[in-house]
Nanobody
């Protein structure tokens, strides 16, 4: 199973970016999909998560600015980031709980990360 994240870049404060993460490989079912972010010297923090049914949760710092969504048939999750601030600068990672067969429990897989820089 591979997760490919994309969409990072440089944006000015107040701007927007949309991150994408597509899962591929031997996938039977994807459960919760999430976005995390990490800055140098700090732990990787959860930004947002979404269940197959569309239930979402967000970190307090991004509530009302970021929106997570997914397309189950395309095995893809997005993170729409609005009103970006310099403190949102980080490497953003997607992750997903994936079952590769009907009888197997899910395992967690990570994407490679995409850099978001918010600066004027």
């Amino acid at each position: 199973v591979q997760l490919q994240a994309s969409g990072g870049g440089l944006v000015q404060p107040g701007g927007s970016l949309r991150l994408s993460c597509a899962a591929s490989g031997s996938i039977y079912r994807i459960n919760t999909m999430r976005w995390y972010r990490q800055t140098p010297g700090k732990q990787r923090d959860l930004v947002a998560g979404i269940t197959p049914g569309g239930r979402t949760n967000y970190a307090d710092s991004v509530e009302d600015r970021f929106t997570i969504s997914r397309h189950n048939a395309k095995n893809t999750v997005w993170l729409q980031m609005n009103s970006l601030q310099p403190e949102d600068t980080a490497i953003y990672y997607c992750n997903a709980d994936v079952s590769t067969a009907w009888h197997e429990q899910s395992s967690t897989y990570w994407g490679q990360g995409t850099l978001v820089t918010v600066s004027s």
